[in-house]
T-cell receptor, first 115, second 111 residues
Framework: GAVVSQHPSRVICKSGTSVKIECRSL??????MFWYRQFPKQSLMLMAT?????????EQGVEKDKFLINHASLTLSTLTVTSAHPEDSSFYIC???????????FGQGTRLTVV | GESVGLHLPTLSVQEGDNSIINCAYS??????FIWYKQESGKGPQFIID?????DKRQGQRVTVLLNKTVKHLSLQIAATQPGDSAVYFC??????????FGQGTRLTINP
């Protein structure tokens, strides 16, 4: 299947700082990218959907000013967690989907720990 | 957000037996469904998908069944192996819209 690379895989940051997570589709054009958050022993919670060149669509309850999403090209989307707090610690996962509207391919995930 | 689960249900099977994992989806307008496998600390891995114009699809050792009448999806794994131990999620989408995950089921294999 297609490859989606997510970086970094782990990050520890201080409370109040911002963290950027990158998601790249390596061998296909990702017209749509999804960002998820996953708490231990729970399912993936969709945070936002972004289409290349458009503003992201955020799910209810997700603060768009705190979780900044940029999808400037067909191969790259970024999620920036601004002014991170310990409660933002979680596993963040990106997913990319091509124009064929078939399966979505997932990155390896980023474990964020805010101390 | 959607699909926020509580504690994951668990399915335990004997090695070599068949496993059946069930999922109830929420949106009657969903037209595309996917099963993913997630191992600890990793992102979800695609297993098999099915579109709403089908009710059954087979892959290698896996079969997905779709019942649109009751909005139910199942994943059958034949001859379950230790490497099948993971959490399994179903996901649904409608056209180009968001891909929403179900609660998930933890599959454990007994030797």
């Amino acid at each position: 299947g297609a490859v989606v690379s997510q970086h970094p895989s782990r990050v520890i940051c201080k409370s109040g700082t911002s963290v950027k997570i990158e998601c790249r589709s390596l061998d296909f054009q990702a017209t749509t990218m999804f960002w998820y958050r996953q708490f231990p022993k729970q399912s993936l919670m969709l945070m936002a959907t972004s289409n290349e060149g458009s503003k992201a669509t955020y799910e209810q309850g997700v603060e768009k000013d705190k979780f900044l999403i940029n999808h400037a090209s067909l191969t790259l989307s970024t999620l920036t967690v601004t002014s991170a707090h310990p409660e933002d610690s979680s596993f963040y996962i990106c997913s990319a989907r091509g124009a064929s509207l078939g399966e979505a391919f997932f990155g390896q995930g980023t474990r964020l720990t805010v101390v | 957000g959607e699909s926020v689960g509580l504690h994951l249900p668990t399915l335990s099977v004997q090695e070599g037996d068949n496993s059946i994992i069930n999922c109830a989806y929420s949106n009657s307008a969903s037209d595309y469904f996917i099963w993913y496998k997630q191992e600890s600390g990793k992102g979800p891995q695609f297993i098999i998908d099915i579109r709403s114009n089908m009710d059954k699809r087979q892959g290698q050792r896996v079969t997905v069944l779709l019942n649109k009448t009751v909005k139910h999806l199942s994943l059958q794994i034949a001859a379950t192996q230790p490497g099948d131990s993971a959490v399994y999620f179903c996901a649904e989408s409608q056209g180009a819209q968001k891909l929403v995950f179900g609660q998930g089921t933890r599959l454990t294999i007994n030797p």
